[in-house]
T-cell receptor, first 109, second 112 residues
Framework: GQNIDQPTEMTATEGAIVQINCTYQ??????LFWYQQHAGEAPTFLSY????GLEEKGRFSSFLSRSKGYSYLLLKELQMKDSASYLC??????????FGAGTTVTVRA | KAGVTQTPRYLIKTRGQQVTLSCSPI?????VSWYQQTPGQGLQFLFE???????NKGNFPGRFSGRQFSNSRSEMNVSTLELGDSALYLC???????????FGPGTRLTVT
């Protein structure tokens, strides 16, 4: 099975940078995903890491270290619309996706 | 390309009843996964169907079942509803690379 941990809440100021950490323990690993979910809406895909290193996509970057069972999502130049829940998810060898509880990010003016 | 659609969007049922939810994946996607989302438990995997076969199953009781049709549309059924089944039920579809899951808007089920 999977055990995925991420902080419950984070608050940051508009224009700042926030880093959301995710640690996982897995019986099999086949990729790590980050999703964004606004209140009352469905999750939307942000990033995917299967190899160690940093993946950059505009204002969002995601990092993975498989040996440490660790990932982070970096949100730069925060905007008010970035206020949302951020979900870390790990896929096992059977392509089953397990989600963390999510980190609620609040961006303040 | 149309996104993932789910019907109905909202549903109110009574304890003991059964319910069927429907999901139409993105055209060309053959994998459909179902999730239950509650404030206390977060997003939990129910099952996944690929080419009409259940490929994966989460840790839910047998009251939760599903199926997939030849056009990749999927249904999930919950029998003998309990108050704890009140949740947002999300389905997601994937293409052949299984790289990214696209989620539908969900069905909000309330059991009274």
């Amino acid at each position: 099975g999977q055990n995925i941990d991420q902080p419950t809440e984070m608050t940051a100021t508009e224009g700042a940078i926030v880093q959301i950490n995710c640690t996982y323990q897995t019986s099999g690993f086949n990729g790590l995903f980050w999703y964004q979910q606004h209140a009352g809406e469905a999750p939307t895909f942000l990033s995917y890491n299967v190899l160690d290193g940093l993946e950059e996509k505009g204002r969002f970057s995601s990092f993975l270290s498989r040996s440490k069972g660790y990932s982070y999502l970096l949100l730069k130049e925060l905007q008010m619309k970035d206020s949302a829940s951020y979900l870390c998810a790990v896929r096992d060898h059977d392509y089953k996706l397990s989600f963390g509880a999510g980190t609620t990010v609040t961006v303040r003016a | 390309k149309a996104g993932v659609t789910q019907t109905p969007r909202y549903l109110i049922k009574t304890r003991g009843q059964q319910v069927t939810l429907s999901c139409s994946p993105i055209s060309g996607h053959r994998s459909v996964s179902w999730y239950q989302q509650t404030p206390g438990q977060g997003l939990q995997f129910l099952f996944e169907y690929f080419s009409e076969t259940q490929r994966n199953k989460g840790n839910f009781p047998g009251r939760f079942s599903g199926r997939q049709f030849s056009n990749s549309r999927s249904e999930m059924n919950v029998s003998t509803l309990e108050l704890g089944d009140s949740a947002l039920y999300l389905c997601a579809s994937s293409g052949t690379d299984f790289y990214e899951q696209y989620f539908g808007p969900g069905t909000r089920l309330t059991v009274t």
